[in-house]
């Protein structure tokens, strides 16, 4: 399993932006698909977006499209999410993940700790 450790997470008012990374340690990214999930308090956590092993797809949730943008940087083993046009609804803790190609929590085997995005109205 990789190791995978988020940053970029903060407080941002709605209309900002905010640029998540994640970083590998461990076997090469670079063979996994890479996804990030979202959990707001007192719900489950849910597919935001996902970027292929190869960069050439990716995937987004319907309330994130056209405004976060997922890319990968295989030489530095690293994952990001670019969020602009931020909501207040956008608030949740973040988590990287690693494996599969897909939507479902099950289909990554490998995920961090979090970072926590909050949204100011």
């Known amino acids: 399993q990789e190791h995978l450790v988020e940053s970029g997470g903060g407080l941002v008012q709605a209309g900002g932006s905010l640029r998540l990374s994640c970083a590998a340690s461990g076997r090469a990214l670079a063979t996994y698909a890479v996804a990030w999930f979202r959990q707001a308090p007192g719900k489950e956590r849910t597919f935001v977006s996902a970027?292929?092993?190869?960069?050439?797809?990716?995937n987004y949730a319907d309330s994130v499209k056209g405004r976060f943008t997922i890319s990968r940087d295989s030489a530095k083993n690293m994952a990001f999410l670019q969020m602009t046009s931020l909501k207040p609804e956008d608030t949740a803790v973040y988590y990287c993940?690693?494996?599969?190609?897909?939507?479902?929590?099950?289909?990554?085997?490998?995920w961090g700790q979090g970072t926590q995005v909050t949204v100011s109205a």
């Open positions: 993940a690693a494996g599969g190609w897909g939507t479902l929590i099950k289909e990554y085997s490998s």
């Open positions: 970027i292929t092993w190869s960069g050439t797809m990716t």
